[in-house]
C-alpha cells in the first residue's frame, strides 16, 4: 500500500517558517488588549474562524477517498484486534474461575 504524503506539506512549511522569520514585531497579538470589554468578540472570532478556514490546504476528492479507506482499515484491525483479545482473556478468566470450584 502506497504511503499518502500531502502534495504540498513542504511548501506550506516553507512559507511558515519564512513568514514567522520576517515576523520581529514585538506587539502583542490583534485583540490581546481587549480586557474585559464584550462589545464584537464572538463576531470578531467566527471571522478568524472564517479567514483560517480559507488558509487550510483540503484534500480533494481522491486523496479524500484514500484517507478515508485508510481509517476505515486502522478501524477494522482494531476491532478485531479487540474481539480476539476479549476472547482470549475471557476465556483464561473463565478457566480460572472453574478451577477453584
Request: with cysteine; aromatic share 6%.
Amino acid at each position: 500500500m502506497a504511503v499518502f504524503r500531502p502534495p504540498n506539506r513542504g511548501k506550506v512549511k516553507e512559507k511558515i517558517m519564512a513568514a514567522s522569520a520576517t515576523n520581529t514585531n514585538s506587539t502583542p497579538p490583534a485583540g490581546a488588549d481587549r480586557g474585559a470589554t464584550t462589545g464584537g468578540g464572538l463576531v470578531a472570532y467566527l471571522n478568524g474562524v472564517r479567514e483560517e478556514l480559507r488558509k487550510a490546504v483540503w484534500p480533494n476528492k481522491t486523496e479524500l477517498i484514500h484517507l478515508t479507506q485508510v481509517v476505515l482499515m486502522i478501524i477494522a484491525v482494531v476491532a478485531v484486534y479487540c474481539g480476539v483479545l476479549d476472547g482470549v482473556l475471557g476465556f483464561i478468566t473463565n478457566r480460572v474461575f472453574q478451577r477453584g470450584q
